[in-house]
């Protein structure tokens, strides 16, 4: 069957340390994979886009990778801040129709 | 400019009663999304529309939700009859018509279902 795992648990990290969230997918073969951040209360805010022929993408202190052949992307936040701390969420297109399926995301937070 | 426009915010109702969300995307984005976000969970799509047709809509349970998007613009999802499980965040996205478009999301509608 068709999965997208992150890591169900949350990750506390120090601040200005690298935070490094895992996306995993299975029995897909997406063209591109995207980052959301979510606040309490909010819906998904864009972060980032990585197409399929991309091994890195870099925003400010945001770094994604997408690996094909591992069927996983990684999420860096580098020098971590408290205000970083939120639910991170990756998201997929199946069949490249920009139907966007999410995974259950992972839950950053940052201590000062 | 002007973001994806929900409501209503929340919305209480008791089992086997009806409940409609309203959503108006941001100006010019031809595709909407209605998602089911369940409390610690990522979001599930339910019906995504192109323009006014429906793209996808396998994974809305049809018999007792429903959804339309008249002139392509504004967009209504339905739950009748309501059930305890249906309790959720509901989101409503929009995104220029394409590939590798970014979602632009509401800030949904939480809805309770006692």
């Known amino acids: 069957s068709q999965k997208i795992e992150q890591n169900s648990e949350a990750l506390n990290i120090q601040e200005g340390k690298t935070a490094t969230l895992t996306c995993n997918y299975t029995n897909y073969s997406p063209a591109y994979l995207q980052w959301y951040r979510q606040d309490p209360g909010r819906g998904p805010v864009f972060l980032l886009l990585i197409r399929e022929n991309e091994k890195e993408k870099r925003k400010e202190r945001l770094k994604v990778t997408f690996d094909t052949t591992l069927k996983q992307s990684l999420f860096h936040i580098t020098a971590s801040q408290p205000a970083d701390s939120a639910t991170y969420l990756c998201a997929l297109d199946p069949n490249a129709g920009n139907m966007l399926t999410f995974g259950g995301g992972t839950r950053l937070m940052v201590k000062p | 400019e002007a973001g994806v426009a929900q409501s209503p915010r929340y919305k209480i109702i008791e089992k086997r009663q009806s409940v409609a969300f309203w959503c108006n995307p941001i100006s010019g984005h031809a595709t909407l999304y209605w998602y089911q976000q369940i409390l610690g969970q990522g979001p599930k799509l339910l019906i995504q529309?192109?323009?006014?047709?429906?793209?996808?809509d396998s994974q809305l349970p049809k018999d007792r939700f429903s959804a339309e998007r008249l002139k392509g613009v504004d967009s209504t999802l339905k739950i009748q009859p309501a059930k305890l499980e249906d309790s959720a965040v509901y989101l409503c996205?929009?995104?220029?018509?394409?590939?590798?478009?970014?979602?632009?999301f509401g800030q949904g509608t939480r809805l309770t279902v006692v």
């Open positions: 529309f192109q323009n006014n047709g429906v793209v996808d």
């Open positions: 996205a929009s995104s220029l018509q394409g590939m590798n478009t970014e979602a632009f």
